[in-house]
């Protein structure tokens, strides 16, 4: 089985960087993604990371880091239209995606 | 390319009626996820299914079934509506293969009164 977690809410400033943990208990592990949701609308993919490291795109990043159980989402920049939730999911081979609880994230001027 | 799409929007029904959603995944995809995500709450996982078959459930109650069409589309059925089943249903669709992403529809508000 799977078992994600991450802290419920963060707060930053417009401009500012911020680091969204995620730890995971996982067997079968088959990659790591982050999804940022705004209220009320489905969830959109941001990144993927199956081997350790950093992946950057563009003001996004992830790492991931397998031994240890843990990725973090860095958001450089802040912009007010980055308030949102965090979504970490992992997947299994043969599995489905297993979603965190998310992390909501407000953007202060 | 047409994303993932679901129907209806917004669905009402009554305590005990039975609900019916449908989702169309993107081409080529042949695995379609079925979530649910009740008001300020995380996506709880509902059922999987690939190439025709259920490959793994949530922890709901049987009264929560659903399937897999030939050309990939998937029903989810909700019988025995409970108030408690009011939630934002959400539909995913990936290629099955593992190692990708997967794309998620714009989701059906289901309201039980």
């Known amino acids: 089985g799977q078992n994600i977690d991450q802290p419920t809410e963060m707060t930053a400033t417009e401009g500012a960087i911020v680091q969204i943990n995620c730890t995971y208990q996982t067997s079968g592990f088959n990659g790591l993604f982050w999804y940022q949701q705004h209220a009320g609308e489905a969830p959109t993919f941001l990144s993927y990371?199956?081997?350790?490291g950093l992946e950057e795109k563009g003001r996004f990043s992830s790492f991931l880091s397998r031994s240890k159980g843990y990725s973090y989402l860095l958001l450089k920049e802040l912009q007010m239209k980055d308030s949102a939730s965090y979504l970490c999911a992992g997947h299994n081979y043969g599995q489905n995606f297993v979603f965190g609880p998310g992390t909501r994230l407000s953007v202060l001027p | 390319e047409a994303g993932v799409t679901q129907s209806p929007t917004h669905l009402i029904k009554t305590r005990g009626q039975q609900a019916t959603l449908r989702c169309s995944p993107i081409s080529g995809h042949t695995s379609v996820y079925w979530y649910q995500q009740a008001l300020g709450l995380g996506l709880q996982f509902l059922l999987w299914y690939d190439e025709g078959e259920e490959r793994n459930r949530g922890n709901f109650p049987p009264r929560f079934s659903g399937r897999q069409f030939p050309n990939y589309s998937s029903e989810l059925n909700v019988n025995a509506l409970e108030l408690e089943d009011s939630a934002l249903y959400l539909c995913?669709?990936?290629?099955?293969?593992?190692?990708?992403?997967?794309?998620f529809g714009q989701g059906t508000r289901l309201t039980v009164v």
């Open positions: 990371n199956v081997l350790d």
């Open positions: 995913a669709s990936s290629t099955g293969t593992g190692g990708t992403e997967a794309f």
